[in-house]
């Protein structure tokens, strides 16, 4: 150490020097080699089962590897379709962006053989409809245009018997008015024909639609989808124009949630960071009061950090969604090397020592503390890298290294910094002798009060331990208000639209039934989809119905003509008028009637005083908001008329192969009865899916075995740590009693956090776990620097409060709590929630050990003068 002291004192400049020159070159060389990998399927190991049966259902049905989902919504189906059929068809325009572009229930498959997969009361009903329609559609065909479906609605206003009517009149009424009103207010309108011929016609697959897209991913970024996700914005915005604007299109799926997670929690500790960075400060200030010791103290930090991002660089090349966290347990562990050295300086300074002396001395006397800090906190880290958590596993490797590191720096960075920058500190008058001694000293005089109430916390806190949860939903962590989480969850809540379904395979069909049958006896089963639901029941039965159909709707559904735009007047709609009164006159009181008698005398009242051209453009404009969609929905009913038998011959290649793999593999698809935005639900759902069959995988046992998977690393890591750190303690300190007073912080402190995520309702979860080793290492650091002192002040006297022992242990704690519990601010859960509980464990960290260990000790330190 002597060596290293006299040349750190005699050259401090080239040693200034030399590390930023390496500092520059690593930053670099980091820049140019250091990736980043977001895929969240590569922390943890492959070979543990349920990553085996993922890979097994990827492989044999890869259709929904890296899939982003669409919910698009409209106020008509054909306004839905139209929004539908464009995105898709600039998305598939877009290979440069996107892999592939689905509508899981469109194509020309469905577009024919749709009317078989109704129920046969479901189809005769709508027969039934479409034939009472006929003679209205047959009228249409021979004549389209405006005046003919003014005049169809006239005649049907006078009819004298409702029964009489080919279709339920008010519907059609209610379409002409608001389109009337459009039309007064230059709005796009178009009547939906295919609700007014089925009124039954909403929902999903109807109003509702979903589009599957996979994108293009670049996981060397930190937003692998960032490309694809600012193209497909910028189609939806081209597309949601004209009448298809109050049309909604919606993002989600596991590519979008990731995406917008990433950009939130960016956005998120960036303002936090500048919070953090303004409360550090003035912590730092308010303990060394000198601005010079700060600015040594970020510049060793900041350049240990470039050293740290240089071993990852070479010792592992990538960083991941965990090990990316290194950054963290740096801060924390560094900041509070730091703390201690420069407030040990700065305490033999106030003593009266040359800045030089004070310098040597510091390095000597703070070495075998903070060494063995290094390495009992080097080896709570190092304990992850044989669990199967590999992105947990590499962040040990990283940052066990990275605290030898900000060892390194501290005791060579830093104290060349202190040369340079030496700092002068005049004594202050304060409380001296006895009451200063009470003062700081009260912990160990209040010995007995403390433990009574240790004792009493301590067992309440294991009360509480029963309480605790762990949230293994990563969808919890995500910022609830963000458009992908919030799809997600309301596609949730439906039990058709579910994206927490869950996937079996089986090896032949009669595996298929054998499993679907258990499967559906299930409680938290709804049904369970297989290759066989997409080969309708009654088939025969149905066909007859539509050849029935057919014949009854005649084969003009084939050359339906568009509007012609010939011969417009506001004739036909004057006679409208009129005959609208007469019937006011019959029904008074009817509201479809009023509202359109006061619509056609606005509309009527208006047209004329118009020029005849403006005029004829008016009507031509109503002429295709009433009738302009009519032809594609006759064609498209035209098109399900020619639906012929289905069998697993004739399905399209591609629908068949989301079923059965090429090796011949089947899938089953099981969906959930409850609402799964429920924890307790979505774990039910899982356990008992897997007592039918244990192999079973998707998503929500991605999410329910990875957090087992953490939970288990986390229990090994700490056991070998704990056990570790034990021999180290006992074969360095040579003492059972001081091992046990080294370990009480962190004891109790975990005790003790564990019981405040159960009174703040706090779970555990894939974001908050990271915390615990930083709250490991502060925990032991804390015990060694304030046993350390308890020693000295057993045998010299002093004030244990206030050593620099003392005060390096408080605002070490307390820089590295305001460094990160603006993070509990911020709008990602998972984030805020990591704020939170490093927050609430430091403290308690903090409070065990400048409180609680002292009072444990037993020490009674010697009166001062």
């Given amino acids: 150490m002597w060596f290293l002291e006299a040349r750190l004192i005699r050259f401090p400049w080239l040693i200034l020097l030399l590390f930023l020159f390496a500092a520059g070159l690593t930053l670099r060389y980091t820049m140019e080699h250091l990736k980043v990998n977001t895929n969240t399927a590569d922390m943890i190991s492959l070979e543990v089962p349920f990553q085996k049966n993922r890979l097994a259902l990827e492989k044999a049905f890869p259709q929904d590897i890296g899939t982003g989902l669409l919910l698009i919504e409209g106020l008509t189906p054909e306004s839905t379709s139209a929004a539908v059929d464009e995105i898709t068809q600039r998305l598939t325009s877009d290979p440069a962006h996107f892999k592939e572009v689905v509508i899981p229930d469109g194509g020309p498959f469905f577009a024919r053989e749709g009317l078989l997969y109704l129920s046969v009361e479901d ?105 694809a996700i600012k193209a497909l914005d910028a189609v939806i915005a081209e597309t949601l124009t004209g009448t298809l604007k109050d049309v909604t299109v919606r993002k989600t799926g596991e590519v979008v949630l990731e995406h917008e997670e990433m950009d939130t929690i960016s956005n998120g500790v960036s303002k936090a960071s500048i919070a953090s960075l303004i409360l550090v400060c003035l912590t730092l200030w308010l303990a060394y009061r000198s601005f010079k010791l700060v600015l040594a103290t970020f510049i060793s930090l900041t350049l240990g950090l470039v050293f740290s991002l240089g071993f990852a660089t070479v010792a592992i090349g990538q960083l991941n969604l965990i090990s990316i966290g290194f950054a963290v347990l740096f801060i924390g562990m560094g900041d509070a090397y730091s703390s201690h050295f420069c407030l040990r300086y700065r305490e033999l300074i106030l003593e009266g020592l040359s800045p030089s002396k004070a310098l040597r001395l510091t390095m000597s006397s703070t070495a075998p503390a903070l060494v063995l800090s290094a390495f009992t906190a080097a080896i709570g880290l190092f304990a992850f890298i044989p669990t199967r958590y590999s992105g947990v596993a590499e962040l040990g490797v990283i940052a066990g290294a990275s605290m030898f590191i900000a060892l390194f720096t501290t005791f060579t960075v830093l104290p060349a910094l202190m040369k340079i920058l030496p700092i002068k500190l005049s004594q202050k008058k304060g409380i001296k002798g006895q009451d200063r001694s009470r003062l700081s000293n009260w912990p160990i005089t209040h010995a007995q009060t403390v433990r009574r109430m240790t004792f009493v916390l301590g067992i309440l806190a294991l009360g509480l331990m029963f309480g605790v949860e762990v949230d293994f939903n990563p969808i919890n962590l995500r910022d609830p208000h963000t458009e992908s989480v919030k799809t997600f969850k309301t596609l949730l809540a439906s039990k058709d639209t579910s994206p927490m379904s869950l996937a079996a395979l089986a090896p032949n069909e009669i595996e298929v039934d054998r499993l679907k049958a258990r499967f559906e006896a299930l409680p938290t089963v709804d049904q369970v989809r297989t290759l066989k639901d997409l080969i309708p029941e009654d088939q025969t039965e149905k066909i007859d119905l539509i050849q029935n159909l057919s014949l009854i709707m005649g084969p003009g559904l084939q050359d339906f003509p568009p509007p012609s735009g010939q011969n417009l007047s506001l004739k036909g709609l004057e006679d409208l008028h009129l005959a609208v009164q007469h019937r006011l006159t019959k029904t008074p009181e009817d509201p479809i009637l009023m509202a359109l008698d006061t619509t056609l005398q606005a509309f009527l009242s208006e047209a004329i005083g118009l020029s005849e051209e403006t005029q004829t453009l008016r009507l031509q404009a109503l002429e295709k908001s009433l009738l302009g969609g009519l032809p594609k929905v006759i064609h498209d009913l035209g098109e399900s008329l020619k639906a012929d038998p289905i069998t697993e011959e004739t399905l399209p290649p591609e629908l068949l192969a989301r079923w059965r793999s090429p090796e011949g593999l089947y899938r089953l698809q099981i969906m959930p009865k409850e609402d799964l935005n429920h924890l307790q639900y979505l774990r039910a759902f899982i356990v008992e899916a897997q007592t039918v069959d244990p192999n079973v995988t998707d998503l929500p046992v991605t999410y329910l075995e990875s957090m087992n998977e953490v939970i288990t690393a986390f229990k090994e890591a700490f056991t070998i740590a704990f056990l570790a750190t034990t021999v180290i303690l006992l ?64 045998h010299e006297g002093g004030n244990l409060l206030d050593t620099s022992e003392a005060k390096g242990v408080f605002y070490g704690a307390l820089t590295t709590i305001f460094s990160f519990s603006s993070l509990a601010l911020t709008s990602h859960q998972g984030t805020a929630s990591m704020g939170l509980l490093l927050s609430i464990g430091l403290l308690l960290t903090l409070i065990c050990a400048l409180v609680v260990l002292p009072a444990f000790s037993g020490i009674k330190p010697r009166r001062m003068p």
Avoid: C
């Avoid at 908050?768 to 046993?787: C, K």
């Fill in 731 to 794: 074969l360095v300190l040579r003492s059972l009693r001081d091992t046990l007073l080294v370990l009480l912080p962190l004891l109790l402190a975990s005790l003790f956090t564990a019981a405040a995520t159960v009174l703040f309702g706090v779970p555990f979860n894939f974001a908050n776990i990271i915390a615990l080793p930083l709250l490991f290492g502060l925990g032991v650091d804390s015990g060694i620097h304030m046993t350390h002192r308890l020693h000295a002040i057993q």
């Fill in 123 to 227: 189809l005769e009903d709508l027969s039934s409809q479409l034939a009472n329609a006929q003679p209205f559609i047959g009228r249409l065909a021979k004549e389209m245009h405006l005046d003919s479906l003014i005049s169809l609605i006239k005649e049907a206003l006078e009819t004298s018997s409702e029964e009489d009517l080919p279709l339920d009149l008010n519907p059609l009424l209610n379409a002409l008015n608001e389109t009337l009103k459009a039309n007064l207010n230059a709005r796009p309108y178009d009547v939906s024909w295919r609700q007014l011929m089925t009124p039954k016609a909403t929902g999903l697959g109807v109003t509702k639609r979903l589009v599957l897209f996979k994108p293009i991913l670049h996981y060397e970024e930190v937003m692998p989808a960032e490309a």
